[in-house]
Nanobody
Framework: VQLAESGGGLVQTGGSLRLSCVAS????????MGWYRQAPGKQRELVAR????????TYADSVKGRFTISRDNAKNTMYLQMNSLKPDDTAVYYC???????????WGQGTQVTVSS
């Protein structure tokens, strides 16, 4: 499985961005997918996850009510709609894909999100 993120950029506080993650390869093996982020000097942290069907989602407390995760399995694509962005959201955002036993199948290369104050 290969993953490729896009959609990052520079935005002002309060602005919005939409990240995309396109999967290729053995996509039939992908179950749960997720978005993670890593800020300079900090550990990588979970932002949001979505189940295989898209019906179940979980979010980090810091992004609840502002971010929305979704996926379109017909397009092998996962999205992260980010609204009301804050400087603390500045990080490299990564997507990942898990297999049927929760094993990590792949990570994307990351996309930079920078929120200016």
């Amino acid at each position: 499985v290969q993953l490729a993120e896009s959609g990052g950029g520079l935005v002002q506080t309060g602005g919005s961005l939409r990240l995309s993650c396109v999967a290729s390869g053995n996509t039939f093996s992908i179950k749960r997918m997720g978005w993670y982020r890593q800020a300079p000097g900090k550990q990588r942290e979970l932002v949001a996850r979505v189940s295989n069907s898209g019906g179940r989602t979980t979010y980090a407390d810091s992004v609840k009510g502002r971010f929305t995760i979704s996926r379109d399995n017909a397009k092998n694509t996962m999205y992260l709609q980010m609204n009301s962005l804050k400087p603390d959201d500045t990080a490299v955002y990564y997507c990942n894909a898990e297999g049927p036993y929760g094993e990590v199948l792949s990570w994307g290369q990351g996309t930079q999100v920078t929120v200016s104050s």
